[in-house]
């Protein structure tokens, strides 16, 4: 029997080491953060979002796309270039996050103005608005390392594109182009976008005005630059844990009972 010679406590421990194995398959779905003056992070089924604590000026928030187990940055949100009505939005103001549901809610408080910054992901889609009490001057600018093109455009210089109420952007990883589209609740009234060369595009500015204004962005499906997509993706490594830990499980109990003389 294949069983024999096998104590009981050694068949548990192993048992229990391929149980844990599929814990990194599990579906823990939903926020986790650390407190009104600390980092948050959301796991859905395609899309990732992280936001800084307080003592970092970039990832207010980072969005990130969910594919076969791999994180693939999208588009950040930068508090360092970023500012309402001239004031800095890393520099100038006070911080406080908390959840609410599915949204987390950052108030930002400066002695001259306060608004308040909501991230609301679902399924495919994530927006971020931003509401005050008065009118407001929005300047925003989103970075990702490297686009593949925004709108029509691929070339890393500066240009200002006609202000309209959506923008789409593509970005390639690991032989798959993604794209997402940028809604607008209003229309900018300026984007330029920039970048590095001999890189490629990384920048989109947007200057808003109004008292509440929100940013959606919507994931499309990811098509393959090699005009087929495999079955089973094994490069975020989440499905080898369990095969990994059946077949060195398998190879261990071979090895012991042949050391002890077991057939």
Not at 133 to 140: G, I, K, Q, S, V
Not at 196 to 216: D, M, Q, V, Y
Request: net charge neutral; glycine share 8%.
């Amino acid at each position: 029997m294949w069983l024999k010679g096998i104590n009981t406590l050694l068949y548990l421990f192993i048992l229990y080491v391929i149980v844990i194995s599929f814990t990194p398959l599990l579906p823990l779905y939903g926020w986790q953060g650390y407190g009104p003056a600390g980092e948050f992070y959301y796991t859905g089924e395609r899309i990732h979002i992280r936001y800084n604590d307080p003592e970092f000026a970039n990832d207010k928030p980072h969005i990130f796309i969910a594919d076969a187990g791999r994180t693939i940055s999208l588009l950040e949100f930068s508090g360092h270039h970023s500012a309402v009505n001239g004031s800095n939005l890393y520099f100038d103001f006070s911080t406080k996050t908390r959840l609410l549901g599915d949204k987390l809610l950052v108030f930002y408080n400066s002695p001259s103005i306060s608004f308040v910054q909501v991230v609301e992901p679902s399924k495919g889609n994530v927006r971020v608005k931003y509401t005050c009490n008065c009118t407001m001057e929005l300047t925003l600018t989103l970075w990702r390392w490297y686009f593949s093109s925004i709108e029509d455009f691929d070339r890393p210089v500066t240009r200002s594109l006609k202000p309209a109420d959506e923008l789409v952007v593509k970005i390639t990883e690991g032989g798959k182009t993604y794209k997402a589209l940028l809604v607008f609740s209003h229309t900018p009234k300026e984007v330029e976008i920039s970048g590095e060369i001999p890189h490629g595009l990384n920048k989109i500015t947007l200057r808003f005005i109004g008292r509440e204004i929100s940013i959606n962005l919507v994931l499309h499906d990811a098509a393959s630059d090699a005009g087929w997509i495999p079955l089973i993706d094994i490069r975020g490594g989440n499905h080898l844990y369990p095969v990994t830990a059946v077949v060195a499980s398998m190879l261990y109990l071979m090895v012991y009972k042949k050391s002890r003389g077991y057939s």
